[in-house]
């Protein structure tokens, strides 16, 4: 099946830099890759996905970039701020069911 | 935007006993839903896939008489550990999507429920 891997598992920075996460799967097969943020006591919440046959997708702060050669996908947070502390989750999904990365504890610090 | 709605938010049972977990979509039909176990600071990990009115498809090491799955109708799917052990006690979370047609690939989360077995 498929296996994704993030990293890193604790991401610190201080307000106003950037954040990125990375992750990478293993099967080619996987052609929707979503991105949720969970906070702390709430559900998983999406923020952003991007699809196989796109490379770069932007939504205000937030970008998600896909490179499918090299199996590997990444969060980038911009101006980062501390409501932006969470856990977030990448997954890659075959077939419509996704496989989560173990989570980043991404931490603001004001 | 698409609510899906879990209960109990936490509830403690006696070792050998079963207990049942709910998870409703509250405004639209969900097609597929997935129960997670999240343990502390750790990832999501799928125990099954349920299609309405079909049996679930467990994931690999998930036993399924012991974690029973009921996706009895659109909007309702029923998530019953039976002789439960303190093992059992964790987070469990479901997700459900929607016609691909409306709301794509999204899936989205219930609350979540946490289990204590005592």
């Known amino acids: 099946g498929e296996n994704v891997e993030q990293h890193p598992s604790t991401l610190s920075v201080q307000e106003g830099d950037s954040a990125v996460i990375k992750c990478t799967y293993s099967?080619?097969?996987?052609?929707?890759f979503p991105w949720y943020k969970q906070e702390l006591g709430k559900r998983p919440q999406l923020i952003i996905d991007?699809?196989?046959?796109?490379g770069e997708k932007k939504d205000q702060r937030i970008a998600v970039t896909l490179n499918k050669t090299a199996k590997h996908f990444s969060l980038h947070i911009t101006e980062t701020q501390p409501e932006d502390s969470a856990v977030y989750f990448c997954?890659?999904?075959?077939?419509?069911?996704?496989?989560f990365g173990r989570g980043t504890s991404l931490i603001v610090h004001p | 935007g698409a609510v899906v709605s879990q209960h109990p938010s936490r509830v403690i049972c006696k070792s050998g006993t079963s207990v049942k977990i709910e998870c409703r979509s509250l405004?639209?039909?969900?097609?597929?839903m997935f129960w997670y176990r999240q343990f502390p600071k750790q990832s999501l990990m799928l125990m099954a896939t349920?299609?309405?009115?079909?049996?679930?498809?467990?994931e690999q090491g998930v036993e399924k008489d012991k974690f029973l799955i009921n996706h009895a109708s659109l909007t309702l799917s029923t998530l019953t550990v039976t002789s439960a052990h303190p093992e059992d006690s964790s987070f469990y979370i479901c997700?459900?999507?929607?016609?691909?047609?409306?709301?794509?690939?999204?899936?989205?989360f219930g609350e979540g429920s946490w289990l204590t077995v005592v």
């Open positions: 997700s459900a999507r929607g016609e691909k047609r409306k709301y794509g690939n999204t899936i989205y």
């Open positions: 099967d080619s097969a996987s052609n929707y």
């Open positions: 991007i699809r196989s046959n796109v």
């Open positions: 997954a890659a999904s075959i077939r419509d069911i996704p496989t």
């Open positions: 405004d639209f039909q969900a097609t597929t």
């Open positions: 349920s299609n309405e009115g079909s049996k679930a498809t467990y």
